[in-house]
């Protein structure tokens, strides 16, 4: 095995261990700490997870201003976004086309729990808790919510975007899998 490979093999599973408690959380099972901290009153964060939680709070105001347009914006020509239940997204353009919301008709909201920014200080992501809010054709109001992982990507140009935004709904209550619908 060539050295070049061994060192992208020791990265890849250094970045799958980061990733590993956030899995492990998105997946139910039970943490030893069920209070989550708030990272942002941690007096010794890190630079890198401020930048990316700045990023996240300007990447929010945008779509919250443009609904879908403002989603779309922030990803990276090859970006990939999956949603749940949904084909994955691939490319900004596809993107763009499937995220087409106005932000009167749907609101997107998240808040990011942690950040990592890389060792090489060009990628970092981050993950939270998302919540969706729209009516359904009658009126109602309609929330989803679940948990997110955004992956950034320092760009050429020194801008950042997004290379991969992934949501999972919030499980059902309990029993509410096995109602039937009820009334005609």
């Known amino acids: 095995m060539k050295i070049f490979g061994v060192a992208r093999i020791l990265y890849m599973v250094a970045v799958l261990a980061a990733l590993l408690p956030a899995a492990k959380a998105q997946l139910g099972f039970p943490s030893p700490q069920q209070d989550v901290p708030n990272p942002l009153a941690d007096t010794t964060v890190k630079p890198g997870k401020i930048l990316l939680f700045e990023l996240e709070a300007k990447f929010a105001r945008d779509v919250a201003a443009r609904g879908g347009a403002g989603f779309a914006d922030w990803f990276a020509d ?93 499980t059902s209550a309990t029993g509410d899998c096995c109602k039937l619908p009820t009334g005609p």
């Open 78 to 170: 090859d970006g990939v976004a999956m949603g749940n239940g949904s084909q994955p997204q691939i490319g900004k353009v596809a993107i763009a086309k499937s995220a087409n919301w106005s932000p009167k008709d749907y609101q997107l909201t998240w808040t990011p729990t942690d950040a990592v920014l890389g060792p090489s200080g060009d990628m970092g992501y981050t993950w939270g808790h998302y919540e969706g809010r729209a009516k359904d054709a009658h009126g109602n109001p309609v929330v989803t919510s679940g948990r997110y992982i955004t992956v950034w990507r320092k760009q050429a140009d020194g801008s950042w975007k997004v290379v991969l935004d992934a949501g999972a709904n919030d």
